[in-house]
């Protein structure tokens, strides 16, 4: 399909049927010309350096998903050039109801139908877990909401933007941050220190989800301090790690005062490990009844194979030695000394220089986070408005990363103008 197909296909007014934006795309309601009804469609900019989280390749993991009613499939993906670049256009349902996040704030739910909400998510947690799948992204924008005839809110689980397969790799708390501190609330403490996440990251803000729906209102704040200030952030962080629930916990019912007090244990270690667990608080079965799924930083490792023998080749036959000479005369042992102490001094001196060249030099790890803080400082500032300090706090603190690792021409480029503007 070309673009001018697509075009004609799929109608929209960007300036008037925006549904929602987030860190990797702007949502539109749309309608479809060719099946008569309304879609959802994504538009992501793609970047050429982090093609593993591109629109498309989200798409991918849901694809690759078997169905199941708690999960947003997409339909269709296609990629457009452009003047500035190639976009990525996703099509999915239209969901009139919104999104969990729009129906809370409509305060009319019933206790009945925000436990049936819930235990929904996090059988479709499961579902993911089960597929290999951490979200790492879970909040209430990002589940949709569909109405069954009998009156019943169904969730769909979606945006899986910064989603992984299970494996030992470090948190994405940078789409939290391209959102500010409204979505960083849903964060980990392992994800909000950049520190090696597990499936049960998705459960801490499971739990977070769980406290907002039951009680209207967030666990972790950021107090008296506005949300797009620094001062807010670091109030944040530090309930968030404080390991203490607010008092407004006392409030919530047994058994979910219980599953929710398992889930925001700050220690990954000793929060609730899988969804099997939470099911059987809910249900009043015994934690140690269930078996604990690896997780995944328990990571197989091979067996040490043994090298095999290498050939020992011949001894060499013994050669007599030359006897020493310089311009043709026998060299003294004191001269040999002198020229093996100069010829040392000088291999010294490579070798401090090698290393200390080497010591100021990024490793591959560290390349890999610049090219990360780099294009999340890019994005940040892209997104900002004169009048939008959030986006160019989150630019300005990636840039400041970055820049402590490997200098760069454009990011400060980008700070003094981050300067200028404030």
């Known amino acids: 399909m070309t673009f001018e197909e697509f ?22 309601k749309t309608y479809d010309n060719h099946r008569n009804r309304l879609v959802a469609l994504k538009i992501s900019k793609v970047n050429p350096e982090y093609e593993n989280i591109r629109l498309k390749k989200e798409v991918e993991i849901v694809a690759h998903l078997p169905s199941h009613p708690y999960i947003a499939y997409y339909e269709e993906c296609y990629t457009f050039a452009s003047f500035d670049g190639e976009y990525d256009f996703g099509i999915l349902q239209y969901y009139e109801h919104g999104n969990l996040a729009q129906l809370l704030k409509k305060g009319n739910l019933l206790p009945e139908q925000k436990q049936n909400i ?18 790492r992204d879970l909040k ?20 899986f933007g910064i989603s992984k397969q299970l494996d ?12 500010g501190a ?29 406290f907002q729906t039951i009680t209207g209102t967030l666990p972790f704040t950021t107090g008296k301090h506005a949300k797009t200030s620094e001062s ?7 309930q968030i790690n404080s390991g203490q629930p607010p008092e407004a916990i006392n409030s919530i019912d047994e058994p979910w005062q219980e599953l929710i007090r398992t889930c925001l244990v700050t220690d990954p270690e000793k929060r609730v490990k899988n969804c099997e667990a939470c099911n059987a608080i809910l249900t009043g079965k015994p934690i140690s009844a269930i078996p604990e799924s690896v997780l995944p930083d328990q990571v197989t490792r091979l067996e040490s194979v043994p090298p095999k023998p290498k050939p020992v080749p011949p001894k060499p036959k013994p050669v007599p030695p030359k006897p020493e000479t310089q ?17 040392g001094a000088i291999v010294g001196l490579l070798l401090v220089f090698f290393l200390i060249r080497r010591s100021s030099m990024p490793s591959a790890e560290e390349l890999e986070k610049f090219k990360e803080y780099k294009q999340l400082a890019i994005k940040n500032y892209e997104k900002a408005q004169d009048d939008d300090v959030e986006f160019y706090s989150a630019a300005e603190d ?15 480029r980008i700070k003094e103008e981050i300067k200028s503007r404030k």
Request: proline letters at 4%.
């Open 7 to 28: 075009k004609k296909r799929y109608e929209y007014n960007p300036a008037t049927d925006k549904l929602g934006e987030g860190g990797f795309g702007s949502v539109f």
């Open 118 to 135: 819930l235990i929904q998510i996090l059988e479709g947690i499961e579902f993911l877990h089960g597929h290999g799948v951490i979200h």
């Open 140 to 159: 209430p924008q990002n589940i949709l909401m569909t109405l069954k005839p009998n009156g019943e809110y169904v969730p769909k689980i979606t945006d």
């Open 168 to 179: 030992v790799n470090r948190s994405s708390v940078f789409s939290n941050s391209m959102a």
């Open 182 to 210: 409204g979505t960083l609330a849903y964060a980990s403490p392992e994800q909000l220190a950049e520190r090696t996440i597990r499936k049960n990251a998705d459960l801490w803000s499971f739990g977070v989800i769980a």
């Open 232 to 238: 807010g952030r670091l109030e944040l962080f530090r």
């Open 327 to 343: 311009g043709g005369k026998p060299v003294s042992r004191h001269i040999k000394r002198i020229l093996w102490g100069v010829a």
């Open 398 to 412: 990636y840039c400041n990363k970055a820049l402590k690792i490997q200098y760069d021409s454009e990011l400060e």
